[in-house]
Nanobody
């Protein structure tokens, strides 16, 4: 059984930064490909970023240049460093692995 737990969300002013974490646990977890998604109430879940075991990264155009995805293989933790946050980044952020597991989400609110 694999469990993904996100943390690091909160309230931040426009232009601010946050660092999200996604901790993976369970003997069945194997890192090959992981993603961050986000969802605004009433809208479809939106893909944000992807990282592979080879270190390849990819980002949605809306966050490119502002967000950085990374992973600590030893700690089985994935990160999303978010800078220059905008009000439209307000959402619940989820991590998702290649086996189809999802975390419970962490709320990010960007507001003055």
């Amino acid at each position: 059984q694999v469990q993904l737990v996100e943390s690091g969300g909160g309230l931040v002013q426009p232009g601010g930064s946050l660092r999200l974490s996604c901790a993976a646990s369970g003997s069945a977890f194997r890192f090959s490909l992981m993603h961050w998604y986000r969802r605004v109430p009433g809208k479809e879940r939106e893909w944000v970023a992807t990282i592979t075991s080879a270190g390849y990264t990819n980002y949605a155009d809306s966050v490119k240049g502002r967000f950085t995805i990374s992973i600590d293989n030893v700690k089985k933790t994935m990160f999303l460093q978010m800078t220059n946050l905008k009000t439209e980044d307000t959402a619940v952020y989820y991590c998702h692995d290649a086996s189809g597991n999802w975390g419970q989400g962490t709320q990010v609110t960007v507001s003055s």
